[in-house]
């Protein structure tokens, strides 16, 4: 969608995509604005509580039925299993995807890996193909005036045009350009307390022989699930770069992160978009 500033300033419903790198601060920008009229998506939450919530459950109860006490209770329905996912609590998700690597230390089989990360690759397009209609939703039924969507870090990764094309359509895409100093934090974070993360298979069959050479790891079953996530974090993060730019140039709109994280309430976020649209 493209708006000169003035039109953006006069638009009545205010719809927003915000892209960029997890720890840009889309969330917290998101939450910076008055919950009584923006409605707040979020395209992880909706991943993990509508179309990964059977496969969290499952892997969940798997886990669970691996302890004998556990086990007695499921089996004879003396207790339930649930995921308490929030906006601020996506956990269970991360637990779901899993980190490849060496099944005794809590790694996953790359068969089971890859097929874990085509299922969030499909939700998340799902979750992304559903903005219309809860634009449409929480406007008819909640009177909200107007709508942010806090997409995920990895949607620049799905390859999926049609997903794009449908954000841009209906809704101002921002992306939120990261720092250098941002960046280099962001990897020593990684390094320090490695997360589950989304890979492009294309992404991760072109690294993962370059860590098994480079450490001498025989296979992927020999791999410390930690180390490939910190070793390969860097070039994840160089690689996603140029294809959020790509989005906002095509799309979009880009901001820095600096001046994102200067936004204190909605009379400056307002300026900051309106701001980016003359530029």
């Keep these: 969608m493209r708006l000169t500033p003035q039109e953006f300033l006069d638009w009545d419903c205010k719809k927003i995509t915000l892209l960029g790198m997890s720890g840009t601060g889309k969330t917290t920008l998101a939450n ?74 809590g790694g996953l089989p790359l068969s089971e890996f890859k097929r874990r990360q085509a299922l969030h690759r499909q939700a998340e397009i799902a979750a992304m193909r559903d903005v219309p209609e809860f634009i449409d939703k929480v406007r008819d039924i909640y009177g909200y005036q107007h709508f942010i969507n806090d997409a995920g870090g990895s949607v620049c990764e799905l390859d999926d045009p049609d997903t794009l094309e449908t954000l841009a359509e209906h809704t101002l895409i921002l992306y939120i350009r990261t720092s250098p100093a941002l960046e280099q934090m962001l990897v020593e ?45 860097p070039y994840l993060f160089k690689s996603r770069l140029p294809r959020y730019q790509a989005i906002a140039d095509q799309y979009g709109y880009t901001v820095d992160v ?22």
């Excluded at 919530?53 to 006490?69: G, S, T």
Aim: aromatic share 12%; glycine share 4%; net charge negative.
């Design 32 to 105: 910076r604005l008055p919950k009584r009229s923006w409605f707040h998506y979020s395209g992880d939450y909706r991943i993990g509580t509508k179309y990964l919530e059977e496969p969290i459950l499952d892997n969940i109860k798997r886990q669970a039925m691996d302890v004998p006490f556990l086990r007695e209770l499921l089996l004879s329905d003396s207790i339930y299993i649930c995921s308490n996912i929030t906006v601020d609590n996506l956990s269970p998700i991360s637990s779901f995807l899993g980190k490849l690597g060496n099944p005794a230390q």
């Design 189 to 233: 974070r990684a390094a320090s307390d490695p997360k589950p993360l989304y890979y492009r298979e294309a992404f991760l069959d072109e690294y993962l022989p370059m860590f098994l050479e480079e450490k001498a790891y025989p296979s992927v079953d020999a791999m410390p699930p930690d180390e490939f996530v910190s070793w390969v974090f």
């Design 258 to 279: 600096a001046d994102v994280a200067a936004v204190r309430d909605e009379s400056d976020f307002v300026r900051l978009v309106a701001s980016a649209l003359s530029g």
